[in-house]
């Protein structure tokens, strides 16, 4: 059976932080791993990654796969109370797009 | 600049009703699906279609019906709505095929769907 894991479920930080978060999997046909923020409505794209251990970076985001060991992590430097969110992982194979429970970020000032 | 369209954005149900949920996308988009997400569950995979004509059921199916007319449309039918299916329900699409580079998928901006 296909499966996303996130960890951690929940995560509280202060601003300034950095935090990591994790995404491993077991996915038949792999594609594509997908970061996504979801704060009050529709989830909304971060990074897609297709190759191990080339990171991408969005400012203060940036996320790196592993094809070898299954995983991707997340990371968010120097974190701002607009990063609080879920983050969800999902692995994107040739006919859906898996997801993990998502991590929930909160940021306090 | 519309994407992924969904429709309403808000239903209060009674139990037993049944309602469509619609879902448009301008992009050409073969691949279109549905999701619910409840608390702690992330998005769960209820059907999908790969065109016209083709669908498939996903991780829930059950109590949902899809069909696939047009490539612009795919629309979610509860055939009698239960409190389980209270949720919020969103529509995704991605374009499709073995030359498609682009695995990334446009999500509408979700339906929250109450049964009482």
Redesign the interface.
Known sequence: EDKVVQSPLSLVVHEGDTVTLNCSYEVTNF??L?WYKQEK???T?LF?L?SSGIEKKSGRLSSILDKKELFSILNITATQTGDSAVY?C?V?NT????????TRLQVFP | NAGVTQTPKFQVLKTGQSMTLQCAQDMNHEYM?W?RQDP??????IH?S?GAGIT?Q?EVPNGYNVSRSTTEDFPLRLLSAAPSQTSVY?C?SRSWGEGSRN???T????TRLTVV
């Open positions: 594609r594509s997908l409505k529709a989830p794209f897609m297709t969800l999902a994107g006919d859906k797009l898996i997801f993990g429970t998502g | 699906s999701y702690g569950m992330g998005l769960r995979l999908y790969v498939d996903g969103f995704a695995y990334g998928y999500f509408g901006s979700g």
